[in-house]
């Protein structure tokens, strides 16, 4: 094998490092364990679709690209038979490996797995024979392209040659691999190579992760740094840099490190819709030697002309040097002109709607912004104004969240007894026993109705049980018991003064509820002088809420089944069927408790118009909420490709109709990456739009002009459009 050569270097480098890499790999052998469980033919024999569907969580393809994890195994498509056949056949076949992946891999075969791309195929057929199959991915490929290493395949072969080749390649590798490495798992050759490829990709090809781990171990060398690394603030190919102890640290100016190939820039973004372009206005054109305007983001912002390089001999104390430097020469320039531009009055922000409703939903196709729009609209609602921009709105979202704003996502399995109220097991009790558990709608409910300052002296009581244990007495026997611990669910533990006494535990929600003069529970008798503990011994307040508005929101609320979930509660959702109001309605749960739904309580939907129509909606939900549309936005788009997103939606419209097109966000943002969005985002959602119909599929990307490729080196087995036709 002429290539020897080039794999025995880096695989003795690898070896330096080979002990301390799969230490980390928590997840290697696991994995390993996993498959041979499943991979047993008598049990294939009577799997359930359950059982099929872990694999979604076993196959790193599907993990990395969740939307193909949903197509392949999130519904069935197929009969439960087919699925038992074709895994019984990838364990059991005798046929050579082109024919294996190929009647896996084609449409009509006995043996064919809708929407398992190749690279997948490859994983499944690697954890059915360890020793034999490797591991397909576009990580090993762009590997040994880097290399210069081509694998020869003929003209019109099908993927499943393709593979064969490929995996005989690799297979000459073993040996050396074992000679200079040494076998480091219990796990086969093929698996510990694959990891040898991943090392080589993070380390040799992927530099941008490692520089910035190293960057960020240099800026904690220096105590009281004058920057930061904004780790919330990240994306593959950029980070935000921040001051910290001035203001260049937020969209309306921060500093930014951008990878551009094997090189970093650091430059100065202003991304605050009002105020971006005044800075260009402010400072002028000239600027500190070496720095220089360029357009970005229908504006302009700075950039510092060096690059530093990526890769072994970087010099991260130097790194920080000059990025203190570079601060030092701009910020002032940069704070100067926020001053300025502080110092002007601001107009009064602009309501987003006049709110009549207190139930919403925003609804449109995936990516044009609902869920994103929920969070300014909550502040607006709270607030009675506009955020002036999305952080200030987010950064209120993130304080008030399990406060005044909560937020839920539904699901097919959502139930009434999760949203409202249900019994669940108490898993801190010794004994098996239920108790009753309030679901997040009765929570923010009951919170926005009254309110006191329980968790607050909560959590005083909590201090004051860890330094010492509380000796209380029941209301009923008079039998001393001890609170001795809070658990992590913040319920007291108990142990009654007998000899044979086992613990209780009592919830923190029974004793909040008790105080709130609702519901009877199992340990009533040990309930009542902790909340009467706690009224005597702390400054317990109770006021109304009332005045002030909370905002529930739930995200994708057409995916549950509303009848199930609102019960009879549906009704009470009406402005004039709430608390204080002209036709107020209450309901008595099961349990006892009372509910009724406070005039202060919004509630805002999102609903997603590719999963189902506003006209197949629940109708009683419909009847008792405004809907604002969300469509697509090509003025949002960056200009380069506003053609392509609107002949892209156009095309959909003309396919399917106007709820299934794609939305604006996915083409936005200072980190876009079209090949990157079109093949992780836009192919794979057309291929859930037209049930995995390639010929529209590619109908719809021709019509703005993108030609085709063949799919060897797509690591998803998705359609691939030429990078150079962007």
């Not at 950039?303 to 701009?330: A, M, P, Q």
């Amino acid at each position: 094998m002429k290539d020897i050569k080039i794999f025995e270097k880096y695989l003795k480098e690898f070896a330096i490092v080979a002990d301390k890499w799969f230490k980390d790999l928590d997840w290697f052998e696991e994995r390993s364990l996993f498959y041979k469980d499943f991979y047993n033919v008598k049990k294939i024999a009577n799997y359930e679709w359950e059982d099929f569907q872990k694999l979604r969580y076993n196959l790193h393809s599907f993990m990395s690209m969740q939307l193909a994890g949903s197509l392949a195994l999130g519904r069935i498509n197929m009969p439960l038979e087919k699925y038992r056949s074709v895994f019984i056949y990838i364990v059991e076949s005798k046929d050579d490996t082109n024919v294996i992946f190929n009647s896996i891999n084609t449409k009509g075969s006995d043996y064919y797995l809708p929407s398992f791309g190749e690279s997948t195929i490859s994983e499944l057929l690697s954890y059915a024979h360890p020793e034999k199959y490797f591991i397909y991915n576009k990580r090993t490929i762009d590997v040994l392209k880097h290399l210069g290493i081509k694998i020869e395949n003929k003209k019109g072969d099908k993927f499943g040659e393709k593979y064969s080749n490929y995996n005989n390649y690799l297979h000459n590798l073993y040996t050396l691999y074992e000679n200079v490495v040494g076998k480091q798992t219990s796990i086969s050759v093929a698996f510990e190579l694959d990891q040898f490829f991943s090392w080589f990709y993070e380390t040799k090809l992927n530099l941008f992760p490692n520089f910035l781990d190293n960057l960020k171990k240099e800026i904690k060398k220096h105590k009281g740094s004058k920057i930061k690394l904004d780790f919330s603030h990240k994306g593959d190919k950029y980070i935000w840099l921040l001051q910290s102890d001035k203001e260049i640290n937020n969209s309306m100016a921060h500093y930014e490190l951008y990878l551009k190939k094997d090189k970093v820039s650091f430059e100065i973004h202003f991304e605050q819709l009002k105020t971006k372009k005044r800075f260009h206005e402010i400072i002028g054109e000239k600027l500190p030697e070496k720095f220089e305007w360029y357009s970005w983001s229908r504006a302009k912002s700075i950039r510092y002309i060096d690059l530093i390089e990526l890769g072994n001999k970087v010099n991260y104390n130097e790194v920080y040097n000059l990025l203190i430097s570079l601060d030092e020469t701009i910020g002032d320039i940069i704070m100067n002109a926020i001053n300025q531009i502080r110092s002007k009055p601001s107009i009064p922000p602009i309501k987003f709607i006049d709110i009549k409703n207190p139930n919403i939903i925003l609804y449109g196709p995936p990516g044009t912004g609902k869920t994103y729009n929920t969070v300014e609209l909550a502040y607006e609602i709270i607030n009675g104004v506009k955020a002036d921009n999305h952080k200030i709105a987010q950064d209120y979202f993130k304080k008030e969240r399990g406060n005044r704003i909560e937020f839920i996502t539904f699901h097919q399995n959502m139930a009434y007894e999760d949203f409202i109220q249900g019994i669940k097991p108490d898993i801190e009790s010794d004994n098996i026993k239920f108790v009753k558990r309030d679901g997040l709608f009765k929570v923010i409910c009951d919170r926005a109705s009254q309110s006191n300052n329980f968790d607050e002296i909560y959590q005083q009581f909590i201090e004051d049980v860890m330094m010492k244990p509380i000796t209380l007495k029941t209301k009923t026997r008079n039998k001393k018991f001890d609170i001795t611990r809070i658990n992590s669910n913040k319920s007291c533990i108990l142990q009654a003064h007998t000899d044979k006494a086992t613990e209780i535990g009592v919830l923190k929600d029974h004793i909040w509820n008790k105080i709130n003069g609702q519901g009877y529970y199992d340990w009533e008798s040990y309930t009542v002088p902790i909340v009467e503990y706690l009224e005597k011994n702390y400054k317990l307040q109770k006021k109304s809420n009332l005045k002030k508005k909370y905002v529930l929101i739930i995200d994708e609320i057409n995916r549950a089944n509303i009848s199930r979930v609102f019960g009879e509660l549906i009704t009470l959702l009406e402005k004039d069927k709430r608390l204080g109001q002209e036709n107020e309605i209450s309901v008595t749960l099961p349990s006892g408790d009372r509910l009724v739904v406070p005039p202060n309580l919004y509630i805002i939907g999102t609903m997603n118009t590719a999963d189902k129509s506003i006209a197949l909606l629940d109708i009683a939900l419909r009847r008792r909420f405004d809907f604002m549309k969300m469509y697509p936005k090509s003025d949002l788009v960056l200009t380069e490709y506003k053609n392509a997103f609107e002949k892209i939606n156009s095309k959909i419209r003309e396919l399917k109709g106007a709820d299934f097109q794609i939305g604006h966000s996915y083409f936005m943002g200072n980190a876009f990456d079209f090949n990157y969005t079109m093949e992780s985002k836009i192919i794979p959602l057309l291929y859930e739009y037209f049930m995995n119909d390639e010929d529209a599929i590619k109908e719809v990307l021709s019509s703005a002009d993108f030609k085709f490729i063949d799919s060897m080196n797509s690591d998803s087995g998705l359609i691939e459009i030429d990078k150079e036709n962007d």
